[in-house]
């Protein structure tokens, strides 16, 4: 902690409040976001909360593909390419992906009934969204970044209660489609005025080494992407299953339980934000394996703590807030807890491989934890589903765990191979509290002196 805390303390005014507005707005983000939830559940029911889980996970599949050309690969080469190449070639191959996409996950069925134009209007409107506001982060305009996605999350809500409100008063009866068409337009308003922006920084279009530019953008998004989906596939691949063997109602209950669990992440994320861009700027491995395994203790109090109060909260609370029919949603919640605990670790040492350029060993890492709940989804969930729909949920969320402890394990054994250390390194000393209090002291003093 000392490492992270002395490092936080000596950054410019302006990048402290990059990261602290950046973390601020995830934190407003994620209270809108819950608020839809709640509406959601007691709108839906769990067999509506599970086919918008779907269309959100089929439009989730549909951007890490688009993100083969584009998201981070953008904010990575905006300021060393041509702006108006990038922007032509991530339009062009985000058309282009979204429609074959759309139409390889109808071939498979995994797109639920009636969903299909609708889910293709929705996925367009989004990735050209995300390019033209991962431009601006590439431009380093965070403020601006962050801005447009609260005002996207306040567009959404605002828009989802004016269109259920307008149902009930001309007594037309509102469907799941009723939150897809808030969402296009909570995309659609912001990704208009982002033109905006798109216009300023826009200079003369050439052709000139466009191939090159092209295969080169394809190349830096592989490996992040490949990463990404078989994450991706890891956290959601039960989803799937769920939706198979037990239904669309089970599966409504599995994703509250999943949802209220993974915002326990939002502090982890933020953490590995900051490490991210450290190691990514620092060439010294001794500092990078201190910073990660100080921020590996901070992250993993903080879950723990976060996961435990969770737990705490009765059944009859998730009854009354989301709805009869979520008070199953407890047995998610107990029995993800470990994988919570261990993915949010699992987030520091991913960050700190990346930040060393490793990409590859979060490609295994994730895809081993694929390739658990896979096997154990395929091998456990028919059985447990015979039995009953809970049986199901609650066989689907165990394995979902383990395959988190297992990427976890594996990350850990390949950090402490290649950094010569041990287990014990990751054990608290009496150390830690003294320097954590002192190093929040100086902060704070320093953040007076700013003002």
Known sequence: MQFFFFYFCNLKTDMIDKIINTFLSRILITIIMFAIVVINTNS????????????????????????????????????????????????????????VGVFVLYVLHLIPEGFEIILLI????????????????????????NNYQILQSLILISTFVI??????????????????YALIISYLIPLLTSFCFVVQHWNRLTFSKI??????????????????????????????LIEFYAGRKPLGIYELGTKLSEAIWIFPKSIALVQYARLANNSDSEYATKLTLSLQKLVFVFTLLAVTILMLIPEQTLAFIFGAEFYEAKSVIYRLAPGIVSLACLTIFSHHFSGLGKYWINTCSSGIGLLVTLGLGLW??????????LEAIKTATVATSISYFVSLLFSCILFFKTTKGSLKQLLFTKNDYHILKREVVNLMKKRKNFM
């Open 211 to 240: 191939g090159t530019l092209c295969k080169e953008m394809f190349q830096l998004g592989f490996w992040v992407q490949l990463a990404n989906f078989a994450q991706l596939m890891n956290y959601r691949l039960s989803y799937y």
């Open 380 to 389: 456990l969930i028919p059985t447990a589903a015979a039995v009953s729909s």
């Open 163 to 180: 269109l259920l409100l307008i149902s009930k008063f001309m007594e037309i009866n509102y469907s799941v489609k009723s939150y897809i």
């Open 44 to 99: 839906f029911g769990a067999e509506g909360t599970g086919t918008i889980a779907l269309v959100i996970l089929d439009l989730t599949i549909l951007q890490l593909f688009a993100n083969f050309v584009g998201g981070g690969t953008i904010v990575y080469l905006v300021p060393r390419k041509s702006f108006s190449q990038l922007m032509l070639l991530t339009y062009t191959w985000t058309f282009f992906c979204n429609i």
């Open 122 to 145: 929705l996925s367009v409107v989004n990735s050209l969204y995300f390019i033209n506001i991962s431009l601006m982060q590439g431009k380093e305009e965070i403020k601006k970044y």
